[in-house]
């Protein structure tokens, strides 16, 4: 844990990934590779701060992209294996895809009978999405097997034969799910795939598994994953998670910039925006964990948030603090490296917070500051 003194040397707003905290994910991830048959990519879609690439293109087999730019920082930076699926492809943007990308997933055969032709001119493998009609997930908004789902095939889509050029599957139905809806997965693509498993080659489980989560059974992930491949050894394994690589691996660090207090509780306005800089809070919901904070007991002092932005729901609370707050204390908001950076917006013209590196020699980074010009160039 970072002391005040140490705190103090990193401006305010500012994201802050730990490289200690990184590598021992990665460590996780290693052992799983090492000791599964299983390949791992990191999906851009859920982080995509290219300064900690060379941190993970040592252990990690490449990175997965959903669109040309992710597919172009993948080439550029990450370098290895680099795995393209989109919802929908741009006409435009495939004959850009197909040299940078080792394999490109189709989301539905319509697309993929418009565009194979195009992937003759490149050496990627052409693979579908399937819907595996089974997600643990209970947020609809994050659930992609919910009835009527526009993502991935159907088993009952399928003819008897994949179309020609067709060499693997993708499945993607988790989110931060354990081993146990792993298992689940593999065993429902088995019931409903079973036939075409012969026919490819590879096999993407998409993301969700959240591998560096403390109660995680990695043990048991391994046992699943040796096990799938003992019955289908002709398969390559491949997953591409993005939550679990950076999963709490940083930080966001803010300053209380006013207090108002009402008869309930004190507004605390803050220097970053739910909206703007952590949407999953409000999105999913979730409550984040704030460093030295804890859950309102009776008798405390009782703190609602309040993001920069003046969109009305931008608040989240309520919190409690072993000191009353003051003017220019700064809060630290826990685990802020997944879906938080690729996500944010400039809405209301708020200061996006600067990037930094808390370095394994416990001094820090500035990577990126953001500044007036880079909200004006997105306007015109
Ligand atoms: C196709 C696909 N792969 C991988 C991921 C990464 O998932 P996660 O960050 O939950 O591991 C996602 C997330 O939405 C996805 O849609």
Redesign the pocket.
């Known amino acids: 844990m970072l002391t005040e003194a140490q705190l103090n040397q990193i401006p305010s707003p500012c994201y802050v990934m730990e490289a200690a905290k990184l590598a021992h994910n990665l460590s996780i991830f290693e052992r799983v590779q090492n000791e599964a048959p299983v390949e791992v990519m990191l ?1 851009l ?2 982080f995509a701060l290219f300064h900690s690439f060379p941190l993970m293109r040592s252990v990690l087999a490449g990175a ?1 992209a ?1 669109s040309l730019w992710e597919a172009q920082l993948a080439a550029e930076e990450f370098g290895k294996e680099v795995h393209v ?1 989109a919802p929908a492809y741009r006409a435009q943007d495939l004959p850009a895809i197909v040299p940078l990308a080792t394999h490109i997933t189709f989301n539905s055969l319509t697309q993929y009978e418009r565009f194979a032709p195009l992937l003759a001119q490149g050496q990627a493998k052409a693979g579908l ?1 399937i819907n595996p009609e089974y997600s643990p997930v209970q947020t609809a908004l ?1 659930n ?1 097997c919910v009835p009527g789902s526009r993502l991935g095939v159907r088993a009952k889509q399928l003819g008897e034969k994949l179309p020609p050029g067709i060499t693997g599957f ?1 499945s ?1 139905n ?3 799910s354990d081993s146990f809806a792993l298992e689940k997965t593999l065993s429902q693509i088995e019931q409903l795939f079973g036939p075409w498993l012969e026919q490819i080659h590879w096999l993407n489980l ?5 591998m560096t989560r403390q109660d995680y059974q990695v043990d048991h992930a391994i046992q699943v994953l040796q096990a799938f491949n003992q019955r289908h050894p002709h398969l390559r394994l491949i997953l ?5 690589i950076v999963w709490e691996t940083g930080f966001l660090v803010s300053t209380v910039e006013d207090l108002i207090p009402t008869p309930d509780f004190t507004h605390v306005m803050l220097d970053v925006s739910f909206t703007a800089h952590m949407p999953d809070c409000l999105e999913m919901p979730y409550q984040p964990r704030i460093r030295g904070s804890h859950l309102p007991q009776t008798g405390d002092l009782c703190y609602r948030l309040g993001g920069s932005s003046c969109l009305a729901g931008d608040f989240l609370g309520d919190y409690a603090f072993a000191q009353p707050l003051q003017i220019g204390d700064r809060l630290i908001f826990e685990d802020m490296m ?2 938080t950076l690729v996500k944010t917006t400039m809405f209301n013209g708020v200061p996006h917070p600067a990037i930094g590196l808390w370095q394994i020699d416990n001094t820090f980074k500035l990577w990126r500051e953001f500044t007036y010009q880079d909200y004006r160039s997105r306007m015109g």
């Open positions: 999906a879609k859920g997965s959903s699926y999405r994050y992609p993708l993607h988790l989110c931060e998409g993301g969700g598994h959240l591409e998670p993005g939550s679990a997944h879906y």
